[in-house]
């Protein structure tokens, strides 16, 4: 049972990333999913997450209209598609499985990260 994060590394401010979270070990479309991040000196922050059919998204403020939640059922893989990146938004990125279909449920595991720098 685990979660791989990808696609992180550096990027110019105004540019974009994919990240992707393979997961494996479970029956990944019976379960919400979130993306969350942790940058030095900072709390983890929540950043977005779906339902288990995805059909809901919710963001966090900061990030609301520039970043995009999605996933793929058939490849049992979630992705961020992050869109006009701040240096703010560096930080390492965790993907993390809820204990329900919705994100109210609790978290119950949680990938290795993946870090994102947003830099000249």
């Known amino acids: 049972v685990q979660l791989v994060e990808s696609g992180g590394g550096l990027v110019q401010p105004g540019g974009s990333l994919r990240l992707s979270c393979a997961a494996s070990?479970?029956?990944?479309?019976?379960?919400?999913m979130s993306w969350y991040r942790h940058a030095p000196g900072k709390e983890r922050e929540l950043v977005a997450a779906i339902t288990s059919a995805g059909g809901s998204q919710d963001y966090a403020g900061s990030v609301k209209g520039r970043f995009t939640i999605s996933r793929d059922n058939a490849k049992n893989t979630v992705y961020l598609q992050m869109n006009s990146l701040k240096p703010e938004d560096t930080a390492v990125y965790y993907c993390a499985k809820h204990y329900s279909s919705t994100w109210y449920g609790a978290l119950g595991l949680w990938g290795q990260g993946t870090l994102v720098t947003v830099s000249l």
């Open positions: 070990g479970f029956t990944f479309s019976n379960y919400a």
